[in-house]
């Protein structure tokens, strides 16, 4: 299983290093856990790419499970109508 961890700070400035991690953890063709706890702001490209991710899993059959999204994460892509797509909900 890809474990991506997240940093508090989910800006255009570090899109393009997520961007390769989520690329790296498709490649591995393995079920993907995305741990969102430490998001404490999230850019709208970001979310983005997240919904790509979310995309491109769902036509390779794997599955991605979210690890305790933060609020913040949770409630901008509740904002921008991008919860249900990308699989988060606050438990």
């Known amino acids: 299983m890809a474990v991506i961890e997240c940093q ?6 570090t899109v393009g290093t997520l961007h390769q991690q989520l690329l790296g ?14 998001v404490c702001r999230v850019h709208t490209a970001v979310l983005q790419l997240l919904l ?5 899993a769902r036509a390779l059959n794997l599955p991605v499970r979210w690890l305790n999204p933060s609020p913040t994460l949770v409630k901008s892509a509740q ?3 991008l919860a249900d797509a990308l699989g988060l909900s606050l438990n």
């Open 8 to 13: 508090s700070e989910l800006d255009i400035a």
């Open 25 to 38: 953890a498709l490649r591995t063709r393995e079920p993907l856990e995305i741990d969102g706890q430490a």
């Open 52 to 56: 790509s991710l979310a995309i491109e």
């Open 79 to 81: 904002l921008l109508g």
